[in-house]
């Protein structure tokens, strides 16, 4: 890796950064927030965020399998939006979740992996697991990339 190659990785990475910090800031990831999901890598080629077990659980004490769901989602959304690039966006269209195994306390950790990066298709598959490495669930999301409309005139 030359000196330029570093550079772009590092203005690619605050980009990036910059990106999630909008998101939170304009409560436009306010379910993430209210979820306790942090952030810890993100770029279209690989998502990395934690997700706490403790206020996401069912009534039996239990990661609530909904919790998984949001996790997963928001991992592809993201991978999606930033593979579409700053002229579109992207919404997911189909998302499903197995759930392997149940987690009663700690951390979870998401990590979402493109299976397809195209022009109008992106879908991720998501690995969720425990505090020991464990998979708990394993989600595949799709997302449709549409151009974004350009904003009205003002008159």
Same mark, same amino acid.
């Given at each position: 890796?030359?000196?330029?190659?570093?550079?772009?990785?590092?203005?690619?990475?605050?980009?990036l950064?910059?990106?999630?910090?909008?998101?939170?800031?304009?409560?436009?990831?306010?379910?993430?927030?209210?979820?306790?999901?942090?952030? =810890?890598? @993100?770029?279209?080629? +690989?998502? &990395?965020?934690?997700?706490? /077990?403790? !206020?996401?659980?069912q *009534?039996?004490? %239990?990661?609530?399998?909904?919790?998984?769901?949001?996790?997963?989602?928001?991992?592809?959304?993201?991978?999606?939006?930033?593979?579409?690039?700053?002229?579109?966006?992207?919404?997911?269209?189909? =998302?499903? @979740?197995?759930?392997? +195994?149940s &987690?009663?306390?700690?951390? /979870?950790? !998401?990590?979402?992996? *493109?299976?397809? %990066?195209?022009?109008?298709?992106?879908?991720?598959?998501?690995?969720?697991?425990?505090?020991?490495g464990?998979?708990?669930?394993?989600?595949?999301?799709?997302?449709?990339?549409?151009?974004?409309?350009?904003?009205?005139?003002?008159?």
């Open positions: 890796m030359n000196a330029a190659d570093s550079n772009e990785s590092a203005d690619e990475t605050s980009e950064v910059g990106l999630l910090r909008q998101l939170r800031a304009g409560g436009k990831d306010a379910l993430a927030q209210r979820m306790g999901i942090d952030w =810890l890598e @993100a770029s279209p080629q +690989r998502l &990395v965020a934690t997700m706490p /077990v403790e !206020g996401n659980t *009534p039996y004490g %239990l990661l609530h399998g909904g919790a998984s769901c949001v996790l997963a989602e928001t991992l592809g959304s993201v991978g999606a939006i930033l593979h579409a690039g700053s002229d579109a966006t992207a919404v997911g269209i189909e =998302l499903s @979740a197995t759930h392997h +195994r &987690v009663s306390s700690g951390i /979870v950790t !998401g990590v979402a992996t *493109p299976l397809r %990066l195209g022009r109008t298709i992106a879908s991720y598959e998501i690995a969720i697991t425990d505090d020991q464990r998979r708990s669930c394993t989600a595949r999301l799709t997302c449709i990339i549409r151009p974004l409309k350009p904003e009205p005139k003002a008159n």
